[in-house]
């Protein structure tokens, strides 16, 4: 870590020297203006004019790349905040699996279309503002839409429903679209801290944490896409228990549902009296689950095998969102509250 003397100008002006490297890096000369951020962390960040201009062109040279890593590539550059990204062959036109790999990658990320196409090159554009979302809006969108899959997947399951199964298969993708731009935010909030505020953030400091939310939820919503696939793969599309037992298991996905939504709840106001709520309800949420399996009567192998499936994909969402609540705790105690003082 570089150090520097602080000077005095005038009166009351203090000034300090910028490092030649990093003026010279990002063209910083005699007479330019840059950016000045405060945090109340006792941060002062200083960015060049060019932190505040649009995103840089991406170029993907596909000539020797097959469709399946254009298409991770494209998503890549989305992640990284690129504004506009083409995909170019450099030796001839694109073939018809790099063109389908395009059109495939647009449809799964959100605000993103083709804005102009070359038999050489096709060229994508994002429309997504960073100020048209909040990471808390986005982080609970994704909680609610994992919730509704996991509802209606469990609706299915109880009422041998299959296309209620399809309904909750077919917002998997919704669910995946909020989570890569959850990533797109967060990346490019971290790269250019103007934007933390932009997306309603004081400062960067909780863009790890909720980096770790953003994926938990995604795979809480893997976890209900799990119990959909069981119930379009399972003869008559229901588990082979009684009333009972399936009451208890709808009883146990409330619970599910309940911490899911306090963890991410805690961590958007930073609260950590919330957190110990989901404490105490995932130790709730582990008991009723052996319950469950204890009262369990004899029955054949596949058909215990089917309802342990269920039960394990409800435990691994109450497991994702314990780590969230880990996380919300983290978050709230960095922050002066009746539990806490910092000096």
């Not at 100008?9 to 490092?19: E, F, K, R, V």
């Not at 950016?35 to 932190?51: D, F, H, Q, Y």
């Amino acid at each position: 870590m570089e150090t520097r003397k602080v000077q005095r100008l005038g009166p009351s002006t203090l000034a300090m020297t910028l490092p030649a490297e990093w003026a010279s890096e990002h063209d910083v000369e005699k007479g330019d203006e840059v950016s000045i951020r405060m945090s109340g962390k006792g941060t002062l960040t200083v960015m060049p004019e060019s932190a505040n201009s649009e995103e840089t062109e991406a170029i993907i040279h596909a000539d020797n790349l097959d469709a399946d890593a254009v298409e991770r590539a494209i998503v890549a550059q989305y992640v990284l905040g690129r504004r506009v990204i083409r995909i170019e062959n450099a030796n001839g036109a694109l073939n018809s699996e790099h063109i389908n790999a395009v059109y495939k990658a647009e449809t799964q990320l959100m605000g993103l279309g083709v804005i102009e196409e070359t038999p050489e090159s096709i060229s994508i554009r994002c429309s997504v503002d960073p100020e048209d979302f909040t990471l808390d809006n986005l982080l609970e969108r994704l909680e609610r839409t994992g919730r509704t899959m996991r509802g209606e997947a469990i609706k299915a399951l109880a009422h041998g429903n299959p296309d209620l199964a399809q309904r909750a298969l077919n917002r998997e993708r919704q669910a995946n679209k909020i989570f890569v731009l959850l990533l797109r935010l967060i990346f490019t909030a971290y790269q250019n801290p103007n934007l933390a505020r932009a997306v309603d953030l004081d400062s960067g400091f909780p863009l790890i944490g909720y980096r770790s939310i953003a994926k938990n939820l995604e795979l809480t919503a893997d976890n209900a896409e799990d119990i959909a696939d069981i119930v379009m793969e399972t003869e008559g599309h229901t588990l082979n228990v009684d009333n009972a037992t399936m009451r208890e298991i709808r009883e146990l996905t409330e619970q599910v549902d309940e911490i899911t939504s306090i963890a991410v709840e805690a961590a958007v106001s930073r609260d950590y009296d919330r957190t110990i709520e989901a404490r105490q309800l995932f130790h709730e949420i582990s008991d009723h689950e052996r319950e469950i399996l204890n009262g369990l009567p004899e029955m054949e192998n596949q058909d215990l095998l089917q309802v342990r499936e269920v039960l394990v994909s409800l435990q691994q969402t109450a497991q994702y969102a314990m780590r969230n609540a880990e996380i919300a705790a983290n978050l709230a105690l960095n922050e002066e509250s009746e539990h806490m003082s910092i000096n």
